[in-house]
């Protein structure tokens, strides 16, 4: 009796809402039901197996090309009274689940339920600020250094994806919860961006985030520097960022259109700070040959930084030798091919 319950349990929950189970058990035993009727009936020509699915397909779509119809008086009552019912009745059934299923899974897609974590070589995007962060993902698929798997969004407090068509969306309760962050593909990501709502979320984010160990260069925005101070104790290859609103405005009044100059540095159009790292298995460069191969490409390199030292060396010296994996920072109208610098001649000695 327990198991007879428990049978009648599943098949009154598939039936009351008409699981795809049932609707598939349904459109066979029609079927079946169908041909043995034409069978009966006397209908040769549209039970042969060449032919019965395609009558009964264009039957149940209601297409009725009238290449094929009962030519007995008992096939076409069974037609009329069973077959056309029944089948375009169980195709309507199949063509709604099929939307159904369609819209709920562009549903999940939109309130950011999905899993991503099959992605590779994308960007991590923690925090949502608007138009500002809109800008930011503009600026990041225009450049092809960042567009290569495009931008996974992961926020608290956003109900439906704000730019569906340019970015995918995970929605979470909170910023602290690790095991969200799997559902964006953190270990195969390239690069973090940590930029919450107040810096108490994004030391949540970040700590979240280092709990996975994960392999991409990760940078964390902060308005206070004590908070900045505090990641970068923990885990001094974050890059930690904070507004310059009031070192630009400093500089403004100390030298005349410093303010410019730094907004054509940073900025998306004109001449713009990139960066270029050294092949590792490239000879130590020269300061002086590397600063004349940049000139050579319409660039101006400004400095570098190496692994040892978190702060980055602006104008070196021309005798300066470059060690190999070194991160070079240039300005250039557009982003330049590495595989276009003569490392071998510009190779120290």
Not at 88 to 94: Q, R
Not at 144 to 163: F, Q, S, Y
């Amino acid at each position: 009796m327990i198991v007879i319950g428990k049978l009648y349990r599943l098949v009154r929950g598939h039936l009351r809402r008409i699981s795809w189970g049932v609707v598939a058990t349904a459109l066979v035993l029609h079927m079946g039901l169908t041909w043995l009727l034409l069978a009966w009936a006397g209908e040769a020509k549209l039970i042969a197996a060449d032919a019965f699915l395609y009558y009964y397909m264009t039957t149940a779509s209601t297409i009725g090309y009238g290449d094929l119809s009962p030519g007995s008086t008992a096939g076409r009552y069974v037609v009329a009274l069973f077959v056309m019912p029944g089948a375009i009745a169980l195709f309507a059934s199949v063509l709604a689940k099929t939307s159904a299923s369609l819209l709920h899974f562009w549903k999940r897609h939109q309130m950011g339920k999905m899993s991503y974590d099959d992605l590779q070589g994308h960007t991590v995007l923690i925090g949502w600020h608007g138009r500002e962060s809109e800008r930011l993902v503009r600026l990041l698929l225009a450049d092809t250094h960042t567009d290569d798997e495009g931008i996974v969004l992961l926020a608290e407090g956003l109900t439906e994806n704000p730019m569906p068509d340019q970015i995918r969306f995970v929605a979470v309760d909170s910023y602290a919860d690790c095991g969200e962050y799997t559902r964006a593909a953190l270990a195969g990501a390239a690069r973090v961006i940590v930029h919450a709502a107040d810096d108490d979320r994004s030391l949540a984010a970040v700590f979240a985030v280092m709990s996975h160990r994960p392999a991409a260069h990760v940078v964390a925005h902060f308005d206070a520097t004590a908070a900045a101070d505090l990641v970068r104790s923990h885990y001094p290859h974050i890059e930690c960022t904070r507004p310059l609103h009031v070192d630009v405005i400093a500089r403004a009044a100390q030298d005349a259109g410093s303010s410019l100059v730094a907004g054509e540095w940073l900025g998306a159009g004109g001449p713009t700070q990139f960066s270029l790292q050294v092949p590792a298995d490239a000879a130590p460069v020269q300061a002086g040959k590397l600063a004349g191969a940049f000139r050579a490409q319409a660039a101006l390199w400004v400095g570098y930084r190496d692994g040892r030292s978190a702060a980055p060396v602006l104008n070196p010296p021309d005798h300066v030798e470059i060690a190999p994996g070194t991160l070079l920072y240039y300005l250039a109208d557009a982003r330049i091919d590495g595989r276009r610098v003569p490392w071998a001649a510009l190779a120290a000695g």
